[in-house]
């Protein structure tokens, strides 16, 4: 047995997709090689079969019969009229006596006598499920291809329209004028076999004709602007359509699969959700305010040689699980593959979009190939669900867009990040889920309206440790985030308080009409960190000590403080990653110490954090100087000089010394401090600094600087 790369038939357009499955199905059926396989590689299906190229195209010419397509309950169909195209279409295959057609004969008469006895008041829906119970088992893989049967209503397939009947196109009778064209019209005789072999290898030997191929390829759809002229005709490869509708029978819904209150309608066909407006810039679905999107498919692609039955048996058991429920939509989907939700050896799937364009009409649009490969933190996403959830259901189309767009770029980053993941210490897929959730969550803040209009909608929070371990890129802004939104201290509460309006009381936090510690404005970073610092240490000195305004479970090295007092950090992402990390437990997760050499820093900021620290120990009468909200007073006015010297006054009255800042080699006087420009940085970064914790060690690195030597005794 060789492989035959069939050329003609790729992953995508959908209609090639489906003929590789129609392909292998008929020659598998047909008995042309009943041990043939099929498998995907490098984009091109591939048989592997005992046929030669000859062979395969001699085997389908002469012997292949159509499969009994038929749609009797469509009006176009060609049973429910008494003449017409469509009327002479069924008659010709359903009478005819060549062998060919001995497929048909039952069946048409089967559904002529259904049709006939049929109630003029019988519905759609009834007329199928009748049917259905009474057709031969030839024609239920149809009918179970173009809809779902296990509930009260039928639901039609989405990429079969409305049960085979896509706009004007009657499925079942084109395929039968295909066939026709094919087999019964002696003008195309000689036609037959190019266009077979341009079908199979893409030898482009024959011409296509003039015929609707529909949604199912794209660009040969016909419309504006396809071909010479301002509108074009739909052209098709009359196998093209054969083969593709023959695939399509692998689509049937299961009747076992019954629907659950989880579960959508779509989801009862094989590798079937609902559309995801996320993953792919070939489709802007936005809100589908212009188009209506009627679900996706994700169709497989496995590189091992598999029989009809093994294909048959995936394809009938097609799903995605995630966390033990079937994927309903196109993110779910892709959360469940990036999780190995699927099994069966699948590498790729190709994801195509069904959706109705205003002027296009129905499009089978390829989104994409998706690799089949766990991410390793696709499973910290459970963490979100029930967020997402009531997110999804808050945000309808009267919801203003500014929240619509912040459930989109969520959904876009939990979809990239499943798609292709991260790797080594590039950390940005997964940072940008966490900061898709902080940009939410600083928003949706500010709005009482929305957070009481979406009912159940709670503040996001608690996210484990695994986060900020797969959101940590070992970045000084990200270094800097974690140790400002680290601060907390159970007497005055953890940052986040600061920047929302949030109750925090163990591990449930709820919104509150007021909350006077949240001081977070739309200012820029530095003068919303000093004004944190303001309101903690003030809170801190209520309390009885100041320097509880400082207790964190991170710290930041020198270095990347220089860096930020520098100006030399994006501020914006510093931001972002403060509010994104102030929703998680960052207690326990442990980071190793950053050390480096000691940088440049301005001399007021080495000075002033000898007292904006957390102290070595929680003794109250500790002889440590504490935060003073003198100083901080000092600074808003752009007096640093002056905030300098009065920090000096208190590090003597705690017996510590500070050297001048000017050594011009005269004697030290505290008044050199007034000589202190402006020249370094703003009293309002010296000020946001001094609210970043820093390590112990750095902090005595610091004294070592800033304060003499006590003279021994």
């Not at 591939?46 to 085997?59: F, G, I, K, M, R």
């Not at 779910?332 to 002027?359: C, P, Y």
């Not at 309002?684 to 610091?702: F, N, Q």
Request: aromatic share 8%.
């Amino acid at each position: 047995m060789n492989p035959i790369p069939l050329e003609g038939c790729t992953p995508e357009p959908l209609m090639n997709y489906l003929k590789a499955l129609g392909v292998l199905k008929i020659i598998i059926e047909q008995n042309f090689d009943s041990e043939a396989r099929g498998y995907w590689k490098d984009g091109i299906f591939h048989l592997y079969t005992s046929l030669t190229e000859e062979s395969l195209v001699e085997a389908f010419s002469k012997s292949y019969q159509p499969s009994p397509i038929l749609s009797p309950w469509n009006e176009a169909a060609g049973f429910k009229k008494k003449k017409g195209t469509d009327v002479e279409a069924v008659r010709k295959a359903g009478d005819s006596i060549e062998h060919r057609y001995a497929r048909f004969k039952p069946s048409v008469s089967s559904a002529r006598a259904i049709v006939a006895e049929a109630k003029a008041a019988d519905d759609k829906d009834d007329l199928i499920l009748n049917l259905r119970n009474k057709l031969p088992d030839d024609v239920l893989q149809w009918i179970d291809a173009c809809g779902s049967y296990g509930s009260e209503k039928c639901q039609f397939a989405p990429f079969l329209g409305t049960g085979g009947n896509v706009g004007k196109m009657e499925i079942s009778i084109n395929y039968l004028k295909n066939n026709s064209i094919l087999f019964d019209e002696e003008k195309h005789e000689k036609s037959r076999d190019p266009w077979l072999r341009s079908a199979l290898f893409s030898s482009n030997e024959e011409r296509c004709i003039f015929s609707s191929v529909s949604q199912f390829a794209p660009g040969q759809a016909g419309g504006a602007n396809a071909t010479q002229g301002t509108e074009g005709k739909s052209m098709i490869n009359p196998w093209d359509f054969i083969l593709m509708i023959e695939g399509s029978l692998f689509l049937s819904s299961s009747t076992t699969r019954k629907l659950s209150s989880q579960r959508t309608a779509k989801s009862a066909f094989p590798f079937t959700v609902d559309v995801s407006a996320v993953g792919s810039s070939a489709l802007a679905l936005s809100d589908l305010d212009n188009q209506k999107g009627r679900g996706e498919l994700w169709m497989p692609l496995w590189s091992r040689p598999s029989s009809l039955g093994e294909l048959k048996s995936l394809f009938a058991e097609g799903r995605a699980e995630l966390r033990g429920r079937q994927a309903t939509n196109g993110l779910d989907f892709a959360r469940a593959v990036a999780g190995l939700g699927v099994d069966r050896g699948i590498k790729h799937f190709m994801r195509f979009s069904i959706v109705e364009f205003v002027k296009a009409g129905v499009m089978a649009t390829p989104l994409g190939q998706f690799e089949v490969a766990a991410k390793n933190d696709a499973s910290l996403l459970k963490e979100i669900d029930t967020w997402l959830s009531t997110m999804k259901r808050a945000c309808n189309d009267k919801t203003p867009s500014r929240f619509r767009a912040l459930l989109r770029e969520t959904e876009k980053a939990i979809f990239d990040y499943c798609q292709h993941g991260d790797s080594g210490s590039d950390k940005s897929r997964f940072q940008r889920i966490l900061i898709s959730l902080g940009n939410a969550e600083r928003v949706i803040a500010k709005a009482p309206k929305f957070r009481s209009d979406a009912k159940g909608l709670r503040p996001l929070g608690s996210l484990s440790a695994g986060w900020v371990a797969a959101a940590d890129d070992g970045s000084a802004e990200f270094e800097i985030a974690l140790a400002l939104a680290s601060l907390d201290h159970k007497a005055i509460g953890a940052l986040r308080t600061n920047l929302e309006d949030v109750e925090i009381r163990g591990n449930s936090i709820s919104w509150v009409d007021r909350n006077h510690s949240a001081v977070w404005s739309a200012v820029d970073l530095s003068p919303n960190l000093a004004a944190i610092l303001s309101r903690r240490v003030m809170d801190a000195d209520k309390n009885g000590n100041a320097a509880d305004a400082l207790k964190s479970s991170h710290r930041a090295s020198l270095t990347a403080v220089a860096q930020f007092i520098a100006g030399e950090l994006d501020e914006a992402r510093t931001t972002d990653l403060l509010w994104s990390l102030s929703l998680c437990e960052l207690g326990a997760y442990k980071r190793e110490n950053l050390t480096g050499e000691a940088p440049v820093l301005p001399a007021a900021y080495r000075l002033l954090k000898l007292l904006f620290h957390s102290t070595s120990t929680d003794r109250k009468d500790t002889a440590e100087p504490l935060p003073n909200l003198g100083i901080l007073s000092l600074l808003r006015a752009d007096r640093t000089p002056e905030a300098c010297q009065r920090a000096v006054r208190i590090l003597r009255g705690t017996g510590l010394t500070a050297k001048p800042f000017a050594m011009r080699g005269f004697p030290a006087r505290d008044s050199e401090w007034r000589d202190l420009t402006h020249t370094e940085c703003t009293p309002a970064m010296i000020a946001a600094a001094l609210l970043i914790p820093i390590s112990h060690s750095a902090l005595d690195s610091l004294k070592k600087k800033m304060l003499r030597e006590k003279s021994p005794s």
